[in-house]
Every structure is written in structure tokens, then in C-alpha cells.
């Protein structure tokens, strides 16, 4: 065990580095150094019956663990010293043999694993030194100042090993450290501007995203990590530091108050848009039972339009709203289908009373009776109109039909109109007097409003006129 009150070289106490196991050592008789430079105090007891001391042998070491303190192996120290029978140390250097102090707490052979030991401690420290100097981490003016106070203690070191080696690797580590100095500040410095550089460009991300981002969830997540990073980065000089540090903070102040602003004004369209929303529902909700399906429902289209155009509201208020909207349109459509369904039931009813009409039409024979056939097609053409209007879908059908009947039936009157010549004109100044009254009684209609009857009328004077185009052109033909 090392003297627990030696200092080392760099003025720590021994009892404070990672102490190296050995040979027991009586603390009560452990010597201190003298101001001679030899061991002075109590005398240890010795064996009475030993009179010769056993050869030195190298103290065991156990292995340095600490990540931070290099593993030195143990020194022999009967190469480079001795202890004398009467505990005189003594080194040797290239400079000689010097006497380093007196061991009285044991036999010669402790003695020498003593001094070996505090060699031993003594390697450790330029060991630990070297590793500074080569790890580029450490400050090299301090390992430099430790070197030097360790080099010159070694002329008066109270240790027992190869001390040459010991003040070789010390001038190594003096002469190398300018040298490491120089390698350090380079490093250092090119860590500043990877540090400084990247910075920077956080910054300038953070810049670009107060700037132009819209993305408010996806931004404001980005700024956070980028300060996160920013906390991970170190050795920027203070003033770029602190400059880059404002340019972030004042980039994120700015997208905090672009964000605000931003839903401040999404927040006051959502107002207008419920507000908006709210009168639509009103409105709807007024129409909703309406009979006047046409027009309701071209006016619920509307609506609906002008529901979009609306914007969103809150979402709780939009959701209600549109509740309600919807429902006022269901109860309106709901009745025009309902409606709509008795309508069609009554348009099936007249769509089969006109097939009936048309099965007895299978009688009109123009070519048997042209006057007969007439005045039956007149009947059957009053009687079609009196029952009224037909699903769409059966219209086409059935009109077809009809049209099959007074074609035959013109196509036979043309036929007549061929074989009297005499009486042409006098059938065509008929027809025009025909025309020329359906066009009256369309004008009245339309006057007095009755739409579906002045086009009646206007149909009648139609088919008038074109028999009497056909009467004219058969006289003309002639």
C-alpha cells in the first residue's frame, strides 16, 4: 500500500487516485520523507530470526477498470534500485546511484515492493498524461504544466524504477504538446464551424417555415424538433451563438403570430358562416311544408348552393345546423314524393282509359266513311283530352297511336279532296274560316290566361291549316 501521506507529482494525495493492490504495508509504521530525503520516524519490529531479505519480487497489479485511467503493468524495481539490511532505498539513473530515503516499517524486500509501488503510481500519472495529450479533449496547457512539474520532481522522486524512461516520456509529452496545442485549437475549430454551420442552417429553416408554411401542425412540430437539436449543439462562439439564437426565436415568434392570425381569421369565418347557416335553416325550415312542389324545390336547390358558398362553421354547430337543414328538405321531399306517388297512381288510371279509348277507335273506317270517320275522330280527340295526362313514361306510346289514327284519317280526307276538284277551293276557304277561328279562340284563351287551352286551340288551327295547304295544292295540282 502506497504512503497515504505522499503526494503525487500533480499535488493530489495518493489516496485520491485508484490506489494499486500489493504486500501489506503496517500503517503505524509506515515512514514519512525527511527533509534529507530519507525515511525517518518510528522502526518497524523486525523477525529476530531473519537476518537476510528475501529477493525482490514484482508486486501483483489488478487491472485499471476506469475508462478514464490507462492500465500501466507493474514495474520491477530491483532492476533500477535497492533497500539495504538497514533500510537504506537507493535508485538508479543514468545520473548514478542517489539514496531516496529509509525503510523501517518491514524487511528490504518490502521495502523495495514500496518504493516499486509509488514507481508505479508515479508511471500511472505520465500514463494518464500521455492519454490526455492524445485524446485532442483535454486542455494541453494544463497537461503541459503537469509534465514540467512532474519532470522536475523526478531528480528528488522518492520512488524506486526506471526513472530515465519515466523523464523521457515527460520531454515527449512537453515537446509534443505545442504540436497537440496546435491540432486541439484546429479540431476545436473545425467542430466551431460544423457547430456554427449547422446552426445557421436551422435558423434559416426555421426562417423559411415563418415565412411560408401553412402546414400549422406539421411547422409548429418541425420548430420544436429544430430546438431540440438546437439544445444538442455546442462550442459556437457566444455572439454568432447568440445572434443565430435570435434569429430562431424571433422566426418562431413570427410563425406563432402568422398561426394565430391565421385561426383568429378562420375563427371569425366559422362565426359568419354559422350565422350565415343559421338563416338558411330558418328559411328551410319555413318552406319544409310547402305544397307548391315546383317551385319549393327549385328554391331548396338554391339553398343548398348558397349552403355550400357558406363556408364551414364550428364543427358541433356545423353538424347541428346541417341536421337540421337536411331534416327541413326531408319532411319538404317526402311529401312531394308521396305526392308525386298519387299523381302516378291517377296518371295509371288515365293511361288505361285511354288504351280503352283507342281499342274502340279500331272502328273509325275513313274509307267507308270519311264524314263517319271525321266526326268520330273529333269525338275521340275531345274525349282524349278530357281524360287528362298520362305517366311520362306512357305518353310517347299512346300519342303514337292517336297520330296513327288521324293520319289515316287525313290521308283519306286527301284522297276525297283529289276526287272533288270542284269543290276544292270551296273546302279550302272552309278550312282557312277553321284556321282562322282556332286562331281566334287562341288569342282569347291567351289573353284570359288559359295557356293549355289557347295551345289546343293553336294545335286545332294548325292541322286546319295544313288541310287546307293540301286541298289548295290537289286544286292547284289539277
Same mark, same amino acid.
Given at each position: 500500500?502506497?504512503?497515504?501521506?505522499?503526494?503525487?507529482?500533480?499535488?493530489?494525495?495518493?489516496?485520491?487516485?485508484?490506489?494499486?493492490?500489493?504486500?501489506?504495508?503496517?500503517?503505524?509504521?509506515?515512514?514519512?520523507?525527511?527533509?534529507?530525503?530519507?525515511?525517518?520516524?518510528?522502526?518497524?519490529?523486525?523477525?529476530?530470526?531473519?537476518?537476510?531479505?528475501?529477493?525482490?519480487?514484482?508486486?501483483?497489479?489488478?487491472?485499471?477498470?476506469?475508462?478514464?485511467?490507462?492500465?500501466?503493468?507493474?514495474?520491477?524495481?530491483?532492476?533500477?534500485?535497492?533497500?539495504?539490511?538497514?533500510?537504506?532505498?537507493?535508485?538508479?539513473?543514468?545520473?548514478?546511484?542517489?539514496?531516496?530515503?529509509?525503510?523501517?516499517?518491514?524487511?528490504?524486500?518490502?521495502?523495495?515492493?514500496?518504493?516499486?509501488?509509488?514507481?508505479?503510481?508515479?508511471?500511472?500519472?505520465?500514463?494518464?498524461?500521455?492519454?490526455?495529450?492524445?485524446?485532442?479533449?483535454?486542455?494541453?496547457?494544463?497537461?503541459?504544466?503537469?509534465?514540467?512539474?512532474?519532470?522536475?520532481?523526478?531528480?528528488?522522486?522518492?520512488?524506486?524504477?526506471?526513472?530515465?524512461?519515466?523523464?523521457?516520456?515527460?520531454?515527449?509529452?512537453?515537446?509534443?504538446?505545442?504540436?497537440?496545442?496546435?491540432?486541439?485549437?484546429?479540431?476545436?475549430?473545425?467542430?466551431?464551424?460544423?457547430?456554427?454551420?449547422?446552426?445557421?442552417?436551422?435558423?434559416?429553416?426555421?426562417?423559411?417555415?415563418?415565412?411560408?408554411?401553412?402546414?400549422?401542425?406539421?411547422?409548429?412540430?418541425?420548430?420544436?424538433?429544430?430546438?431540440?437539436?438546437?439544445?444538442?449543439?455546442?462550442?459556437?462562439?457566444?455572439?454568432?451563438?447568440?445572434?443565430?439564437?435570435?434569429?430562431?426565436?424571433?422566426?418562431?415568434?413570427?410563425?406563432?403570430?402568422?398561426?394565430?392570425?391565421?385561426?383568429?381569421?378562420?375563427?371569425?369565418?366559422?362565426?359568419? *358562416?354559422?350565422?350565415?347557416?343559421?338563416?338558411?335553416?330558418?328559411?328551410?325550415?319555413?318552406?319544409?311544408?310547402?305544397?307548391?312542389?315546383?317551385?319549393?324545390?327549385? *328554391?331548396?336547390?338554391?339553398?343548398?348552393?348558397?349552403?355550400?358558398?357558406?363556408?364551414?362553421?364550428?364543427?358541433?354547430?356545423?353538424?347541428?345546423?346541417?341536421?337540421?337543414?337536411?331534416?327541413?328538405?326531408?319532411?319538404?321531399?317526402?311529401?312531394?314524393?308521396?305526392?308525386?306517388?298519387?299523381?302516378?297512381?291517377?296518371?295509371?288510371?288515365?293511361?288505361?282509359?285511354?288504351?280503352?279509348?283507342?281499342?274502340?277507335?279500331?272502328?273509325?273506317?275513313?274509307?267507308?266513311?270519311?264524314?263517319?270517320?271525321?266526326?268520330?275522330?273529333?269525338?275521340?280527340?275531345?274525349?282524349?283530352?278530357?281524360?287528362?295526362?298520362?305517366?311520362?313514361?306512357?305518353?310517347?306510346?299512346?300519342?303514337?297511336?292517336?297520330?296513327?289514327?288521324?293520319?289515316?284519317?287525313? @290521308?283519306?280526307?286527301?284522297?276525297?279532296?283529289?276526287?272533288?276538284?270542284?269543290?276544292?277551293?270551296?273546302?279550302?276557304?272552309?278550312?282557312?274560316?277553321?284556321?282562322?277561328?282556332?286562331?281566334?279562340?287562341?288569342?282569347?284563351?291567351?289573353?284570359?290566361?288559359?295557356?293549355?287551352?289557347? @295551345?289546343?286551340?293553336?294545335?286545332?288551327?294548325?292541322?286546319?291549316?295544313?288541310?287546307?295547304?293540301?286541298?289548295?295544292?290537289?286544286?292547284?295540282?289539277?
Amino acid at each position: 500500500m502506497s504512503d497515504p501521506n505522499a503526494q503525487d507529482r500533480t499535488g493530489e494525495s495518493t489516496q485520491e487516485r485508484t490506489p494499486r493492490p500489493g504486500p501489506a504495508t503496517p500503517r503505524a509504521h509506515a515512514a514519512t520523507p525527511g527533509p534529507a530525503g530519507r525515511d525517518t520516524g518510528g522502526t518497524a519490529a523486525r523477525d529476530n530470526g531473519s537476518s537476510t531479505a528475501a529477493p525482490p519480487k514484482p508486486h501483483p497489479v489488478a487491472a485499471q477498470t476506469h475508462p478514464h485511467v490507462p492500465t500501466v503493468p507493474a514495474s520491477d524495481p530491483s532492476r533500477f534500485g535497492r533497500v539495504d539490511e538497514d533500510g537504506t532505498a537507493w535508485v538508479r539513473t543514468s545520473d548514478g546511484e542517489r539514496c531516496i530515503g529509509s525503510w523501517q516499517a518491514g524487511d528490504a524486500a518490502e521495502g523495495l515492493a514500496h518504493f516499486g509501488r509509488r514507481y508505479d503510481d508515479l508511471a500511472t500519472e505520465v500514463a494518464i498524461l500521455e492519454t490526455r495529450l492524445t485524446s485532442g479533449t483535454a486542455d494541453v496547457k494544463k497537461t503541459r504544466a503537469a509534465a514540467e512539474a512532474l519532470a522536475e520532481s523526478l531528480p528528488t522522486a522518492a520512488v524506486i524504477g526506471d526513472l530515465d524512461a519515466l523523464a523521457t516520456r515527460l520531454a515527449a509529452i512537453i515537446e509534443h504538446s505545442e504540436e497537440a496545442a496546435a491540432l486541439a485549437k484546429q479540431e476545436k475549430e473545425r467542430r466551431r464551424a460544423e457547430s456554427t454551420a449547422r446552426k445557421e442552417t436551422l435558423a434559416a429553416e426555421a426562417e423559411t417555415i415563418a415565412a411560408e408554411s401553412t402546414q400549422w401542425k406539421a411547422a409548429g412540430d418541425r420548430l420544436r424538433e429544430i430546438l431540440e437539436e438546437w439544445k444538442t449543439i455546442h462550442g459556437v462562439d457566444r455572439k454568432v451563438d447568440d445572434v443565430l439564437w435570435r434569429r430562431y426565436s424571433k422566426a418562431r415568434e413570427a410563425f406563432n403570430r402568422r398561426r394565430g392570425a391565421h385561426f383568429a381569421e378562420l375563427d371569425r369565418e366559422r362565426a359568419a *358562416a354559422k350565422s350565415r347557416k343559421e338563416e338558411l335553416v330558418a328559411r328551410a325550415e319555413e318552406l319544409q311544408n310547402s305544397t307548391d312542389w315546383g317551385a319549393t324545390a327549385a *328554391a331548396f336547390r338554391d339553398l343548398l348552393a348558397e349552403w355550400k358558398a357558406a363556408g364551414r362553421a364550428p364543427k358541433d354547430a356545423d353538424d347541428q345546423l346541417w341536421k337540421r337543414f337536411k331534416g327541413a328538405q326531408d319532411v319538404f321531399f317526402a311529401a312531394r314524393n308521396a305526392a308525386n306517388a298519387e299523381r302516378d297512381a291517377e296518371y295509371e288510371e288515365n293511361a288505361r282509359a285511354k288504351e280503352a279509348l283507342l281499342e274502340t277507335a279500331s272502328s273509325i273506317d275513313p274509307s267507308a266513311d270519311l264524314e263517319g270517320a271525321r266526326a268520330r275522330l273529333r269525338e275521340l280527340q275531345d274525349q282524349w283530352e278530357a281524360i287528362g295526362k298520362v305517366p311520362r313514361d306512357r305518353m310517347h306510346d299512346l300519342e303514337g297511336r292517336l297520330r296513327a289514327i288521324e293520319k289515316k284519317v287525313r @290521308e283519306a280526307a286527301d284522297s276525297e279532296w283529289r276526287r272533288t276538284d270542284p269543290e276544292a277551293l270551296a273546302r279550302a276557304a272552309q278550312f282557312r274560316e277553321r284556321v282562322r277561328q282556332f286562331e281566334e279562340q287562341a288569342a282569347k284563351a291567351t289573353a284570359a290566361g288559359r295557356a293549355k287551352e289557347a @295551345e289546343k286551340a293553336l294545335a286545332q288551327a294548325a292541322q286546319w291549316r295544313e288541310w287546307a295547304d293540301a286541298a289548295e295544292g290537289a286544286v292547284g295540282e289539277r
